[in-house]
């Protein structure tokens, strides 16, 4: 493993999950599993997908921005058995087992990230401190599904902690995916900083007040995000880059505050709009900055992401996948059952296309001399 990236090992497991979580939908009238579709496909989505890709980034990128050592044999072997972990218990109709595995993952990477932290000998990325309430939202939202609180745990752990690390790594991502300088990083004076860091404990509060059914709490999280996304973010600058990360990424932005606005006039109506986040925000920039990793890291030149047709098929697709979802969620029948499987054929196509152009890169190393990360 000496040669081995965390995300070369990680993001191939995540991509297997993409395609068992959205499968169950094709198959949940076999009786081959005791659960049902709904909950296994939750679970494989936001614990086997994004939590794979997530251990992957962090575990490579940590490192890295902290100017201190890789991950050693351990910690690979813990972090794999932690997220097979997570795909096996997926299919388990007793969750605990599920959340047990998951609070032992976060408590993992909080150790993996702290111990480097505590040795870092370069600047820390103000972004950090998403990570790491993220990581504390993630525990919270473990416990209350650990304890049968549903709802609660929604909002905590499938929608707040990739919401955290999105606000927060996007201040990065978002202008690197559009070819711009990454201008908040830059600014110097304190409250900015410090309003950034206050507007991630707002986000866990205001999740925390919806899961408790205080509805107008969507309503300041679609304001709030309005301030990421203008203030922090920057959404306004101009680019001139040929890239569909680019509009990806302003995708990705423009799926915040419209879930959160359309779940405040419609709170019944909380799952389907969660699929605007779900989709069109939390798996597009998954993929956006998966790209990014995989061809920064291994010694590839970024210019594909302008020169490659599977970005737009990529977008596309999940495009496609997001209004498929929106109409099931409004239809009943045989329409019902049709859009389902029409929005899981969009999101296999989405991501098959991506693997085209760049599962064999994670694993072939480019032509630089060496990566340009």
Known sequence: MKNLAPYQLFFPLGILNAILAVGVWFIQNLGWFEAPALLIHSKLIIGGF?????????????????????????????????????????????????????????????F??????????????????????????ALLGSYYHFIGNSLMGIHLYHVGTTLLLVLGIGTRFFSFLSGLPSAFENVTSIWPRIMFHGSGVSIGILLYLAGR????????????????????????RPSARPSALKYGVRIVAAMIPASFFLIWLQPLMFVTWFHLLFIGCFGLITFAVATRVTLAHGSYSIDLEMKSPALWCLVTFLVLGIVSRVLYGFSDGLWKTSYLHLAATF???????????????????????????
């Open 50 to 110: 994004l939590w794979s890709f997530i251990v992957g980034f962090l575990m490579t990128a940590v490192p890295r921005m902290t100017g201190t050592s890789g991950a050693n044999r351990f910690e690979y072997v813990a972090a794999s058995a932690l997220l097979i972990g997570q795909t096996v218990f997926s299919w388990q109709l007793d969750a605990r087992f599920f959340y047990a595995n998951q609070a032992l993952l976060i408590l993992f990477l909080i």
């Open 112 to 137: 993996y990230g702290g111990r480097r932290v505590l040795k870092l000998t370069k600047s820390i990325p103000v972004f950090f401190s998403h990570v790491g309430m993220a990581m504390i939202l």
């Open 213 to 236: 059914g205080v509805t107008v709490s969507y309503l300041g999280l679609a304001i709030l995000s309005l301030v990421y996304l203008f203030k922090i973010w920057q959404i306004q």
């Open 347 to 373: 999101w296999i196509l989405a991501v098959g296309s991506w693997c085209w152009t760049f599962l064999p890169r994670i694993f072939k190393p480019g032509p630089q001399a060496k990566p340009s990360c």
